[in-house]
């Protein structure tokens, strides 16, 4: 201190005087007022050095309380981390509520923390209770999981702690159940890829998808309910290609789809029920392309539906089996697309449907067996078409009222 401070009063009397004998004088006659200018040229020098040195300073502090608070939050990972592997339910509950809170506090690992929540999810779930890794109270850690993903995804994109945009993979997930009402789904991907759904309720009630992708390529169904009641589907997809379904249910009734894709191609349905029942279609698309129905047990029902645009495709479908119902359905745009498809069993029914327009096209069906049923029809304003003619030995399933009205 006794070194630097003389040596910074000799810098500045020696700034000074170079700057007054160089710069100053020679433009300003009068000798007080050349030292005035000095003066004023020195003092604004030393402020703006000591506002470069403020700010310099600012920022080395700044650096050091990011580094503990990245240092803080490392700390609170391995500690939330290390609870969810616990064996006492409340200490892997409290590992569970621990990582959400990280993850609204540190945005930068946001989606690492929900991986992790994600990752615990994909674990091995063992429901019986006399069964080898079987964990009391797990049912509960796993659905407090997806009720806390539920609950971020159902804040506003610009709140501080909203999920919305990041990605969830419940890739091969066990689902008894769960809460996804009123979630979100604006970007991001949510996985459910080979996802198994054995029972339970997982609803998706009143959900909004208005981008990024809800995937159950390949997920099995053989109990409970998913549903999707109520939900608006305007922008993204719900994939639902290469599913299995052999029991359960899902369900979309009172759903409006005004964009969005939601996707059954290829689909194997040995049992259980899809419902669409008072559905409002008024863009987008159903797709049920290349799909199988096999079994007397399977039920597609769009009764009541609403079709004033978008499409829904049966397209190159095979039916040896179950009902496909759109009893009372209105149509009064959009397409339903049956072309291609081959009827070996079933039945497709149109009980008290109403056709004010739009398009209902069976273009190449082949009838082997099964019955289209067009008996019950209340209005024809825009009868079902049949342009590329009906094939089968003989076409007995295809049902019209008398007179018939087609092609």
């Excluded at 981008?211 to 994939?239: E, H």
Aim: with cysteine.
């Amino acid at each position: 201190m006794w070194i630097v401070a003389p040596l910074a009063v000799l810098g500045a009397v020696g700034a000074g005087w170079l700057i007054y004998r160089f710069i100053v004088d020679p433009i300003v006659a009068d000798a007080a007022d050349a030292i005035k200018l000095t003066l004023a040229i020195l003092t604004l020098t030393g402020a703006v050095l000591a506002g470069v040195y403020a700010y310099r300073k600012q920022r080395i502090a700044e650096s050091d309380a990011h580094r503990a608070d990245a240092n803080q939050f490392a700390d609170r990972y391995t500690t939330a981390a290390g609870q969810l592997g616990h064996d006492k339910a409340a200490v892997r509950l409290a590992g569970v509520y621990a990582l959400a809170r990280l993850a609204d506090d540190w945005e930068e690992q946001r989606q690492v923390c929900i991986d992790v929540l994600c990752a615990y999810l994909r674990m091995p779930y063992q429901t019986n209770p006399n069964a080898n890794g079987y964990k009391e109270g797990e049912r509960e850690v796993r659905h407090t999981i997806i009720r806390l993903i539920r609950d971020h995804l159902r804040l506003a994109p610009t709140h501080p702690h909203s999920w919305q945009g990041c990605d969830f993979d419940f890739t091969a997930v066990s689902f008894d159940g769960g809460d996804l009402s009123g979630a979100v789904f604006s970007g991001g991907t949510v996985s459910f890829t080979r996802a198994e759904f054995t029972g339970g309720t997982v609803s998706f009630n009143r959900a909004t998808v208005s981008g990024g992708t809800v995937d159950f390529r390949r997920a099995a169904f053989s109990g409970g309910l998913v549903s999707f009641d109520r939900a608006m589907f305007s922008g993204g997809t719900v994939n639902f290609n290469r599913a299995t379904f052999s029991g359960g249910r899902i369900s979309f009734d009172g759903a409006k789809f005004s964009g969005s894709t939601v996707g059954f191609a290829a689909a194997t349905f040995s049992g259980g029920t899809v419902g669409f029942d008072d559905a409002v279609f008024s863009g987008g698309t159903v797709n049920f392309g290349g799909a199988t129905l096999s079994s007397t047990f399977i039920l597609v029902r769009f009764n009541r539906a609403a079709f004033s645009g978008g499409a829904v495709s049966f397209q190159d479908a095979m039916f040896s089996g179950g009902l496909v119902s759109f009893d009372g359905a209105a149509f009064s745009g959009g397409l339903v697309r049956f072309n291609e498809a081959t009827f070996s069993d079933g039945l497709i029914r149109f009980n008290d449907a109403t056709f004010s327009n739009g398009l209902v096209s069976f273009d190449g069906v082949t009838l082997s067996g099964g019955s289209v049923d067009l008996r019950s029809v209340a209005s024809w304003a825009t009868p079902p078409r049949f342009d590329d003619g009906v094939s089968g030995n003989p076409p007995t399933g295809l049902l019209l009222p008398s007179p018939v009205v087609g092609s």
